[in-house]
């Protein structure tokens, strides 16, 4: 079965950096598209950006520019590289397979001086 597990997350300051990464297994990863979402409290879960099988991006306006997505086939991973984070920034990330409803357990993102 579908599973994602992320990890990478942590507690930095605004301005900071981290490399988020989630390893997937139970599909044929390098056939999807993969995405990052991200839900902070109190808040819906929204989509931040996704990469297509053919590594193709799309970004969340308010990440452009930002956050970059990544993935490697061969170790069946997808990272989020989130650079000069803000406040806002704060949530629980999670990846997600374009075309299959499963979600990880997330990793958690604080942004606070």
């Known amino acids: 079965q579908v599973q994602l597990v992320e990890s990478g997350g942590g507690l930095v300051q605004p301005g900071g950096s981290l490399r988020l990464s989630c390893a997937a297994s139970?599909?044929?990863?390098?056939?999807?598209?993969m995405s990052w979402y991200r839900q902070a409290p109190g808040k819906e879960r929204e989509l931040v950006a996704t990469i297509s099988a053919g590594r193709n991006t799309n970004y969340a306006d308010s990440v452009k520019g930002r956050f970059i997505i990544s993935r490697d086939n061969a170790k069946k991973t997808v990272y989020l590289q989130i650079n000069s984070l803000k406040s806002e920034d704060t949530a629980m990330y999670y990846c997600?397979?374009?075309?299959?409803?499963?979600w990880g357990q997330g990793t958690q993102v604080t942004v606070s001086s």
């Open positions: 139970g599909f044929t990863f390098n056939w999807y598209g």
């Open positions: 997600k397979a374009v075309q299959f409803d499963n």
